[in-house]
């Protein structure tokens, strides 16, 4: 994997847009991620609302479940305390999947248990049904959905989770995926678990505070991320994948022929 | 999901047995593994000199890699200050994989990157090739594998490490594991991860003290772990296998029709 990094060129690179990251800041450190509108225009749009609105200062991370998710919210939501909306919208439909088409899906050849066809879009892990049907984004590790009620559109972005664990792509279809993790992971995989049913904080005193979250847009250039990610439609992506799939190093005495879509790599490196 | 369980007979329930339940004892509390020596008869008989003769206490824990293993071990491991393996061998032969035959093998049906055929034997998740062909145990969350060197020869269940992250199943038959951790496994997933390359930890400091490790059989009966594990060689497991197949929970307005081998769970309940 080393070896085709090395070899790419800059133009397989590309600077994530500022407008397109988000910040959460909290006490240990920031983590960052990158949206994905193409996916979800309707919550990213409700979600600019509420951080321009700073909707979440102050708020916490309520709920760490072992091998399963991160969430954060206001933890009065639903009685009487609850933080207002302001202008955002309280109830959105569902943006669980889209067209496919006019997509760039790139994908992967892999037998996958939920979906015929897998593959990445613009960066994304994201799963599909032929050139014509549907397209969404998958539950890996480190992706960004929106938490809802039964009803599909309950959903309004003011509470979010993580995916800490092993991917629960039964997940997929089921939620509207806003993005993924592209730094600090580990800041939310090392919470301590939450004792309650779902791994929820049982108590206040647990909670994690938010201290902010931000647009890119909205930071100074000298408090962004400095960071590029490799372009996915790239034939340096293909050859990484095929690095991958069939693993030439030493260490490996039976290298398999494949690769799941959770377990491909999504690399970075920092801006010059 | 409930609903099965709350239907299970007892018999459907086993205990597993002392002799092949591995205590870790942290100073944050235990980590308790079920061992399939089925699988790994010769690195688990060579695990047990090695805790025999106390080899373990007071090593510690020397690596932590986000999405991926904690491992541990002797850190003067290869120097002249490394612990005395004692009457234990210091190099086995690798046992990846075994006969299929003999394995009592419950296939779910679910496309798989790595493996041709994927379920259960015994309570441990599993690939297969055929009934007559190779079976070995496979890299889910929580399993339990021997460290080893380029030479598949060079492992000696000295050196360990869990799975903490999205299931690494490229590493399948090219490593041996040994087991799957039954309770404790937040201990962890909540370690801070290593700043050093593949997550080892810098320096002694950050290193997580192992007190003990014991094999259930060592112990006495008031400090073992009173457990059930759900045999998955019943109707029952197959029932459950179906329920999270597919969903009929309210909250799932689009159900997936399948299940992924490491998105399984195996559930255990207290002891009466």
């Not at 998710?69 to 919208?89: I, K, L």
């Not at 439609?233 to 994948?241: A, M, P, S, Y």
Request: charged share 25%; aromatic share 10%; glycine share 10%.
């Amino acid at each position: 994997m080393g070896g085709v990094l090395e070899a790419s060129s800059d133009s397989d690179w590309r600077q994530p847009m500022p407008e397109n990251m988000l910040y959460l800041q909290l006490e240990s450190g920031r983590v960052v991620f990158e949206l994905a509108p193409d996916f979800a225009p309707n919550l990213i749009a409700n979600l600019r609302i509420l951080v321009a609105d700073r909707y979440f200062d102050d708020l916490a991370i309520i709920r760490s479940q072992d091998n399963y998710v991160v969430q954060w919210g206001d933890p009065n939501s639903g009685n009487e305390d609850a933080r207002s909306m302001g202008a955002a919208a309280e109830m959105l439909g569902p943006e669980f999947y889209r067209d496919a088409e006019g997509l760039p899906f790139v994908r992967i050849q892999s037998n996958d248990a939920y979906a015929n066809e897998v593959g990445f879009v613009a960066g994304f892990p994201s799963g599909r049904e032929g050139e014509e049907g549907r397209a969404w984004l998958t539950h890996c590790f480190g992706m960004l959905g929106v938490g809802r009620a039964n009803s599909p559109r309950s959903g309004n972005g003011a509470e979010l989770y993580v995916v800490t664990g092993h991917a629960p792509r039964h997940l997929d279809r089921n939620v509207t995926l806003l993005g993924r993790v592209i730094e600090g992971m580990q800041l939310l995989t090392t919470l301590p678990r939450g004792t309650g049913p779902l791994g929820f904080y049982e108590s206040e005193d647990e909670y994690v505070a938010i201290k902010s979250i931000r647009f890119g847009s909205e930071l100074a250039s000298s408090e962004r991320l400095e960071i590029e990610l490799l372009r996915t439609d790239t034939e340096t992506f293909g050859k990484l994948i095929e690095a991958r799939r069939y693993r030439v190093e030493e260490w490996f005495v039976d290298p398999t022929d494949s690769i799941g879509l959770c377990n491909v790599p999504l690399p970075s490196r920092p801006l010059d």
